[in-house]
């Protein structure tokens, strides 16, 4: 009798091991196809593109060319605005990164009124929508004559990073060991250096994690950048998206476009997987 | 933060105990410290607070004060309340879709060796940008079912269970044998004898459109006691080159062709035409008219139109689910690696089948990240605006508004500031009671 039951539960073991597998490829499947119909369309000249789908390249790979990516290469439009990314992305991240961990530095070991209610009041930004600031935030900008300029663009990015910036990085830091920041002290390490050689280093996962979240965050934006920004300081997010109204035309355009603007968040995301994910898991609700 | 005590364990711990900085720091310092982050904090997210607050109140050009006219426009201007409309869609099915199959997939996934390659591929999708995965999508949904892949995928299942018609424009020519029957069907003017030839002559099919099996015609050949003939395109290109009602060499066949032998109103007898156009009935069509049956006709199955005003909200609700399943199954995956195993097998030990054990012991276990999962993409759907301006067409665009796009339009191409305000402030009126949540149960640990 228990043979028979073992022998039965196996073979459904089985079976059922087989159809999970099969259903967890079609699954992956499911969600590998979008990326590469994107990939091959980018590799397809526009006549072909125009008369068949991307899926003939597997029965015709001679259609495959980089034609697209080196004429996209050309267009002044694109790299410009590629350039403008690195522009903005770079500066907001590192921005956040530093004036977050002086402030959450101070918030988790230096002592003034009112400490925590200032921390709790940072807390409760964090789910601030960024549609409430953007038309504020316009009026202000075009009074101070930094509308549509790259700086405008940064400085938006880095006050709606902070919050959730001094939100990981105070508790990450409040759980530095007390001996080492006293033993620090204790050797005569000044205020900034003690910032500097021992809580920064300290600091380094949650930093790394803020750092790829908030890189990736403004490298992808595309709201903040499409209101902030005008023709000269535009990031690739923008350049497309202005493609994307005559979709159709010019998809040699805008396959190579956006993959060319994908390939530093995927290259991102292999290299850090972990401090990408804890970074994407605490920062989602932004 | 809603997430991060369910991301891992990384509850966030009370500050030092001792009220007295370790570092004896000077309240000057401090402030220094503190300085950047309050000064951008105020002037980039506290002050617009304030600000929208007091514009919402305020007419258009921002010089009268309007009461609450605004907030009225958002439940009667059309426009806001479509958006309204389909952010309740939104935040009803995103977050419970993305949810359940992020529960679905870290629960399998525990069960095969290549799990962590299958979580790659399904989080991927969270480093790329919402415009490229609106210009991946805009692909994904061509409605051309030769270029979109959904499209190709539908209309290919739908062929399989649906016949497809190979000839949907083909018809009569001049002087033809044949005639309309209704709905699309042709049938010979006159009934068909055993040991004649039947000649069954269409034309307007596109060379490209004829179906791969075609092969040149053969004229008809009569058989005793049998009904015999062809169907063929009766054209060859040039004017006045080929003769009519009669089978040219250049002329091919309609290979796969239903002929059915109609008497009474009754199908006696039925067949398919072979690749050079030659069919074959048996003798009890003798007196029969043949027909030409509507379903070879049919206009070919288009697929759906994915991005037309009916299909596009759930079109995009499929792309951001395709974006977000990945964050939900890494979070709900995290929760359930600190599942006591032992709590599992208890219960397959106690005789549970797998469901139960999944529906009894699983989910309840895992309620407190699901619920932080499904909270996190609430409030995220709620601000949605990337996907929905970069996958709908401006042709459907207004039949896919969201709010947050609504504001977009009224703030900066219609110069409605007063009402895309208000718009603004009912958002953030929506997060507050996330706000409240945060703050209460930061508080508890600070003060700890």
Redesign the interface.
């Known amino acids: 009798m228990k043979a028979k039951q073992s022998l039965g539960s196996r073979l459904a073991e089985g079976v059922g091991?087989g159809l999970?597998?099969v259903?967890?490829i079609v699954?992956?499947l499911f969600?590998?196809?979008?990326?590469i119909?994107?990939l091959v369309?980018s590799l397809r000249a526009p006549e072909d593109?125009a008369a068949?789908?991307?899926?003939k390249v597997f029965t015709e790979p001679s259609q495959i060319t980089f034609d697209s990516y080196s004429k996209l290469l050309q267009n002044e439009d694109i790299t410009s605005s590629l350039l403008n990314t690195v522009w903005i992305t770079v500066p907001a991240t590192l921005l956040v990164v530093v004036?977050?961990s002086?402030?959450g530095?101070?918030?988790?070991?230096?002592?003034?009124p009112g400490?925590?209610w200032?921390?709790?009041g940072?807390?409760?930004?964090?789910?601030?929508?960024?549609?409430?600031?953007?038309?504020?935030?316009?009026e202000?900008f075009g009074k101070i004559g930094i509308f549509g300029s790259v700086l405008g663009v940064v400085?938006?990015h880095?006050?709606?990073g902070?919050?959730?910036a001094?939100?990981l990085l105070r508790?990450f830091f409040?759980?530095i060991p007390?001996e080492l920041?006293?033993a620090a002290?204790l050797d005569g390490a000044g205020?900034l250096r003690?910032?500097f050689r021992v809580v920064m280093p300290l600091g380094a996962p949650a930093i790394a994690a803020l750092g790829i979240f908030q890189f990736?965050w403004v490298?992808?934006?595309?709201?903040v950048a499409?209101?902030f920004s005008d023709s000269g300081s535009q990031p690739i997010?923008v350049a497309?998206?202005t493609q994307?109204?005559q979709?159709g035309n010019n998809?040699d355009v805008?396959?190579p476009g956006?993959?060319i603007?994908?390939v530093i968040?995927?290259a991102?995301?292999f290299a850090f997987?972990r401090q990408?994910?804890?970074g994407?898991?605490?920062?989602?609700?932004k | 933060?809603?997430?991060?005590s369910a991301?891992?364990g990384?509850k966030?711990?009370?500050?030092?105990k001792s009220?007295?900085?370790?570092?004896?720091?000077r309240?000057t310092?401090?402030?220094l410290?503190?300085l950047?982050?309050?000064v951008?904090?105020g002037?980039?997210?506290?002050?617009?607070?304030g600000?929208?607050v007091v514009?919402s109140f305020y007419d258009q050009s921002g010089d009268g004060f309007a009461g609450i006219d605004n907030y009225k426009a958002l439940f009667t201007d059309e426009g806001i309340r479509t958006a309204l409309k389909n952010n309740i869609i939104w935040v009803v099915f995103a977050p419970t879709i993305a949810t359940a199959l992020g529960l679905i997939?870290a629960v399998?996934?525990e069960?095969?060796r290549w799990g962590t390659a299958?979580k790659?591929?399904?989080?991927?999708?969270?480093?790329?940008?919402?415009?490229?995965a609106?210009?991946?999508?805009?692909?994904?949904y061509d409605q051309d079912p030769?270029?979109?892949?959904a499209n190709?995928v539908w209309v290919g299942v739908h062929d399989t269970f649906a016949q497809a018609s190979a000839f949907p424009k083909a018809h009569p020519g001049r002087e033809s044998p044949l005639k309309p029957a209704g709905g699309g069907a042709f049938i010979t003017t006159s009934p068909v004898r055993t040991g004649e030839a039947v000649s069954l002559p269409l034309v307007g099919v596109a060379p490209d459109q004829m179906p791969d099996g075609a092969k040149a015609a053969v004229a008809p050949k009569p058989e005793p006691d049998k009904v015999t003939g062809t169907t063929w395109q009766d054209f060859t290109r040039g004017k006045g080159v080929g003769a009519l009602n009669r089978v040219d060499p250049s002329e091919l066949g309609y290979a796969g062709m239903r002929v059915e032998a109609v008497k009474d109103g009754k199908v006696v007898a039925s067949t398919t035409a072979a690749g050079d156009g030659t069919f074959t009935l048996p003798a009890s069509a003798d007196g029969a008219r043949l027909r030409l049956p509507a379903n070879n006709f049919k206009e070919p199955y288009n697929g759906l139109d994915w991005l037309g005003p009916s299909l596009v909200t759930p079109a995009i609700i499929g792309s951001y689910i395709?974006m977000w399943a990945?964050?939900a199954m890494?979070?709900i995956a995290?929760g359930l690696a600190s599942v006591p195993r032992e709590l599992l097998e208890a219960a397959r030990v106690d005789g549970a089948s797998e469901w139960q054990v999944f529906r009894r012991v699983t989910v309840p276990l895992l309620a407190p990240v699901l619920a932080v999962v499904a909270v996190?993409l609430m409030?995220?759907v709620?601000?949605i605006?990337?996907l929905v301006?970069?996958i709908a067409?401006?042709s459907s665009q207004d039949d896919a508004n969201v709010l947050?796009l609504e504001?977009?339009r009224k703030?900066?191409s219609e110069d409605q500031?007063g009402i895309?305000?208000a718009?603004?402030?009912f958002?953030?009126l929506l997060?507050i009671p996330?706000?409240w949540f945060?703050?209460r149960r930061?508080?508890r640990e600070?003060?700890r």
Not at chain 1, 219 to 223: E, F, M, P, V
Request: hydrophobic share 65%.
């Open positions: 091991g999970l597998r259903f967890l699954v992956g969600w590998l196809v979008p990326t119909g994107l369309s593109i068949s789908g991307w899926w004036i977050g002086l402030a530095y101070a918030f988790a070991w230096m002592e003034f400490r925590d200032w921390f709790l940072v807390v409760g930004l964090l789910v601030v929508p960024v549609q409430v600031a953007l038309i504020p935030i316009a202000l400085l938006f880095v006050g709606f902070l919050p959730f001094v939100f508790n409040a759980e007390r920041l006293e002290r205020e003690l910032f990736l490298w992808n934006d595309l709201l499409l209101i997010t497309l998206q994307v109204r979709f998809i805008l396959a956006a993959f603007s994908m968040p995927l991102v995301f997987q990408f994910v804890s994407v898991m605490a920062g989602a609700v | 933060m809603t997430s991060v991301a891992g990384t966030p711990p009370a500050a030092p009220r007295k900085s370790v570092t004896g720091t309240r310092v401090a402030a410290f503190l950047p982050a309050l951008l904090l002037a980039l997210v506290v002050y617009p607070i600000y929208s514009r997939f399998l996934t069960r095969v299958f790659l591929v399904v989080f991927m999708p969270m480093a790329i940008s919402m415009l490229a609106g210009i991946i999508f805009r692909l994904v030769d270029k979109g892949v190709a395709w990945g964050f890494v979070l995290a996190t409030i995220n709620l601000k605006f990337d301006f970069i067409p401006g947050a504001l977009y703030g900066f500031p895309a305000s718009i603004s402030v958002l953030l997060v996330v706000m945060n703050v930061l508080r600070v003060r």
